[in-house]
């Protein structure tokens, strides 16, 4: 059985950090491409920062130079480093094994002026 379970959300001032982590456990394709995306109220779900496996790096314009994603792989685990969180930060974050139906069950994160 697949599980992805992400840890590290909550409230946070805007301008501080937050790290987010994402376990995985019953995946084989331990190698495999993963992504965080996030999801506001009353918007579409949309990609934060992808981790290839061959360390390829991909983020949206909104959090570069801002965010960092890494990967431990004798963990299996993938994290999230967010620096100078701004308000349009607030969302439930989520961590999926890409090219797979594998997703978290999502972390709230919310950002207070």
């Known amino acids: 059985q697949v599980r992805l379970v992400e840890s590290g959300g909550g409230l946070v001032q805007a301008g501080g950090p937050l790290t987010l982590s994402c376990a995985a456990s019953g995946i084989l394709l331990i190698a495999a491409d993963r992504g965080w995306y996030r999801q506001a109220p009353g918007k579409q779900r949309e990609l934060v920062a992808r981790i290839g496996r061959f360390g390829i790096l991909n983020y949206a314009d909104s959090v570069k130079g801002r965010f960092t994603i890494s990967r431990d792989a004798a963990k299996d685990t993938v994290y999230l480093q967010m620096n100078t969180l701004k308000l349009e930060d607030t969302a439930v974050y989520y961590c999926?094994?890409?090219?797979?139906?594998?997703w978290g069950q999502g972390a709230q994160v919310t950002v207070s002026a």
């Open positions: 999926k094994v890409e090219n797979t139906a594998y």
